[in-house]
């Protein structure tokens, strides 16, 4: 297929996007609530058909030498479609966002103001490998009114076909367009480079995946972007840690599941909590297989420490790794986190107020835990129910994006025959 045929398969699903998005936004909560339990049905019901076609990119993956990790990720089971149409219904009980008032008053003249929120419109979302966000994403962006461009990659293109034609199936008994959820069609780079380009067709983009294709979204795209997700997140044991404490933390944010987001890639400990923090941390890592990589104390304080090059303060590893340094003061870490950080998510572990009161001052990221791992930076776990990404930027959306994060606002202005 040529490029131009490619755009113009893409301009069509767009433009059938931008007209679904009229139908679906002014639908009420329990229009969408049915249109979603409708979908979690469909999906439970073709399991079969999905496995089918998620064995075939498997199988592919396989025959490429993908890593047993990315292929489960690529996987679906019976028992995870199931949990798939569970997180369906779970988007369903969520409360709507859509015409929740933001605030409002009556003017001095009478006028009477409001600011409500309305969908984004057409969202265009770029991901990698799991197929599971086919469907997370779609459910969030009906809920919230929005119609969603998905453009997975082409090693779940199978599963995501199915996916989407199964959902679309569920929406043609409703009054929700089938059209408001739809996979960009292509499998190359050109098929994302449309997407990417279509300013006035789609709102916004929401890139979701590693620091290359965050990056490259961000910079090749002429359609408004929400930065997702790189997370080169930092514990800081201060002075006045509880070691007990501290230690469960840092073992914590790193090993409970070391491949998201959240995960903690640097350990920051305080020169006098060092000597009696660095053997016992050390030792717990060990014993659950990360590699530290050290300052010269931190190696000081262990045989297997990896000597840390300039590269790994900045390393977001997604592995069982971490990068240790000693720092003499609090400010010191803070100044290490703003150099080397990437606005995720930071942790300080101490007993001291003003410490804690400090350091969230201080540092400049989505989300600060006080005595806490960085593994709660999650929208399930804020109580927001389920999340399209945790955004490290700064305009609209900042840390877990929850349905509100997937509107914006309009003002509705109602007077009585006023005049200016």
């Avoid at 979908?39 to 030498?65: M, Q, S, Y």
């Avoid at 997140?233 to 599941?257: E, F, G, P, S």
């Avoid at 971490?322 to 080397?340: K, T, W």
Wanted: with cysteine; glycine share 8%.
């Amino acid at each position: 297929m040529t490029d131009e045929q490619e755009r113009d398969d893409f301009l069509r699903v767009a433009r059938r996007g931008r007209a679904a998005a009229a139908g679906l936004a002014p639908q009420p909560r329990a229009v969408k609530d049915a249109a979603l339990h409708a979908i979690a049905d469909a999906l439970v019901a073709a399991t079969p058909e999905i496995v089918k076609a998620n064995e075939g990119d498997v199988a592919r993956a396989r025959e490429a030498g993908t890593s047993e990790y990315m292929i489960d990720r690529l996987s679906l089971t019976p028992e995870r479609i199931a949990a798939i149409a569970d997180a369906v219904r779970k988007v369903a009980a969520l409360p709507d966002p859509v015409g929740e008032t933001v605030r409002g008053n009556v003017l001095p003249n009478g006028l009477d103001l409001r600011q409500i929120r309305v969908p984004l419109g057409v969202v265009g979302i770029i991901y990698e490998g799991r197929p599971n966000v086919t469907v997370d994403a779609a459910a969030l962006c009906l809920k919230s009114g929005n119609v969603a461009l998905l453009r997975g990659s082409s090693s779940a293109i199978d599963s995501n076909t199915v996916l989407v034609g199964v959902m679309q199936g569920a929406l043609l008994g409703t009054p929700v367009p089938p059209d408001a959820i739809q996979l960009v069609p292509g499998t190359s780079r050109a098929s994302v480079r449309h997407l990417m380009r279509a300013r006035g067709l789609v709102d916004v983009l929401i890139p979701r995946g590693g620091a290359s294709l965050i990056t490259s979204v961000v910079e090749e795209s002429t359609v408004p972007v929400i930065e997702t997700g790189v997370g080169n997140c930092a514990v800081y044991v201060d002075a006045a840690a509880d070691l007990d404490m501290a230690v469960d933390i840092v073992v914590n944010a790193k090993t409970q599941r070391p491949s998201v987001c959240n995960a903690a890639e640097t350990l920051l400990v305080h020169a006098d909590a060092a000597d009696a923090f660095l053997p016992r941390v050390l030792d717990a890592l060990r014993a659950e297989g990360v590699t530290v990589h050290g300052d010269e104390r931190v190696a000081a304080a262990a045989d297997d420490v990896v000597p840390a090059t300039a590269d790994d303060w900045a390393a977001e590893y997604l592995s069982l790794d971490i990068a240790a340094r000693v720092v003499g003061s609090l400010d010191e870490a803070v100044a290490h986190i703003r150099e080397y950080g990437s606005g995720h998510t930071e942790a300080i572990v101490t007993t001291s107020q003003p410490a804690a009161k400090r350091f969230v001052a201080l540092v400049d990221s989505a989300a600060v835990m006080v005595n806490a791992s960085t593994r709660f930076t999650d929208g399930e776990e804020f109580g927001f129910g389920a999340e399209i990404g945790i955004s490290t930027q700064k305009l609209h959306a900042r840390g877990p994006m929850g349905l509100p994060e997937l509107t914006s606002t309009k003002y509705v202005v109602t007077g009585e025959g006023h005049l200016k």
